[in-house]
């Protein structure tokens, strides 16, 4: 009876024992399991991204960009655009200001005015004997306004704090009026057209900056990414009437869309 007493308290102690060990090596997995998923949340991969204060919280900036671009013709032809004569350019400013409220991320606000302007005195288009196109005095001028707020994210080339990247994302809305004439004033065949438009703008615009000194940096900004979403009303000859509505997207690099301008920090 004794011997049948201690061998079942020695079963008991050592299944004990064992469901023990096996409840300590399950918890001990577990724990691995969610530190291993802890640490491949936290460390996916590591890309060396030098953690440079590029600009440091609650700087104060403000700048302006500039932009022009000139044409001018003189007898051209091309591949279906033959004897095309006139001139014509783009003007455009832009000044800004904002608040860094994170080391190397700003909040600002922005606003930009472009004037185009183009004075055709002949263009021929020939898509055919059965087709063809002559233009003489065509006349555009378009004035255009936009607001946007945009938020910036700074990143320093590699350990230097002179030369760095930054990227704009900007929500914008604009209004612009615009004439165009075909002829001469007082001609028979004179049609003249007034448009105005209102449109809302989201993009990218990816730049780089260099500071100059301490406290001044100038930046060379590219427009890239951007949706645009607008609607035009028209008038010709202060009779007929149109509207029009439009949805585009830009996923190109235009050179043309290049602004410099300098920045000053606070």
Known sequence: MKAKIILLALSLALGGNIAAQDAKDSVSVSDTTVAKKR??????????????????????FGGFTISYVEQKYNNINMLLAKDIDGNGYTFGVSPFAGYFFRDNM???IRFAYNRTKVDLGNFDLNLGED???????????????????????????????????????????????????????????F???????????????????AFVQDWMAVEVQLGVLGFNFKWTDQTT???????DASFSGKFNIDLFSINIGSTIYF
Do not use: C, W
């Not at 460390?43 to 440091?56: A, C, E, L």
């Not at 230097?160 to 004439?179: D, T």
């Not at 049609?191 to 900056?209: K, M, Q, R, V």
């Open 39 to 60: 640490r491949g949340r936290l460390n996916r991969i590591d890309r060396q991204i030098q953690k440079t204060v590029f600009v440091p919280k609650g700087t104060i």
């Open 106 to 108: 700003a909040a600002g």
């Open 131 to 189: 087709f063809k196109i002559n233009l003489k005095d065509l006349y555009y001028l378009q004035h255009d306004y936009q607001i946007s707020g945009f938020v910036r994210t700074y990143m320093a080339l590699g350990k230097s704090k002179i030369f760095g990247f930054f990227n704009e994302m900007r929500l914008a809305y604009g209004h612009s009026v615009a004439k165009m004439s075909n002829g001469k004033v007082g001609d028979p065949n």
């Open 191 to 209: 049609e003249g057209t007034y448009s105005s438009s209102n449109y809302l703008h989201i993009g990218f615009a990816p730049g780089l900056t």
């Open 237 to 243: 000859n202060q009779v007929e009437k149109g509207s």
